[in-house]
């Protein structure tokens, strides 16, 4: 696998949600600093046996509704 794709959400208090498409691999962290690091972390340890993926690419998934009116 050459990349592992994270949908990444802001939480209404404004911290940060991510979760991979396909794998059982999910972090949250106040800052996108942080969750960085996180997803980091989370991807190696899900990986401590096999070779993880070369990159990881979060996408910023933002739901927003809108009043037609």
């Given at each position: 696998?050459?990349?592992?794709?994270?949908?990444?959400?802001?939480?209404?208090d404004?911290?940060?949600?991510?979760?991979?498409?396909?794998?059982?691999?999910?972090?949250?962290?106040?800052?996108?600093?942080?969750?960085?690091?996180?997803?980091?972390?989370?991807?190696?340890?899900f990986?401590?046996?096999?070779?993880?993926?070369?990159?990881?690419?979060?996408?910023?998934?933002?739901?927003e509704?809108?009043?037609?009116?």
């Amino acid at each position: 696998m050459n990349e592992i794709v994270f949908e990444v959400s802001q939480e209404a208090d404004g911290g940060f949600t991510a979760e991979a498409i396909g794998e059982s691999i999910f972090t949250q962290a106040d800052t996108w600093d942080e969750l960085r690091a996180n997803v980091r972390q989370a991807v190696q340890a899900f990986y401590f046996d096999s070779v993880p993926p070369a990159s990881i690419r979060l996408r910023m998934v933002r739901d927003e509704v809108l009043a037609v009116a």
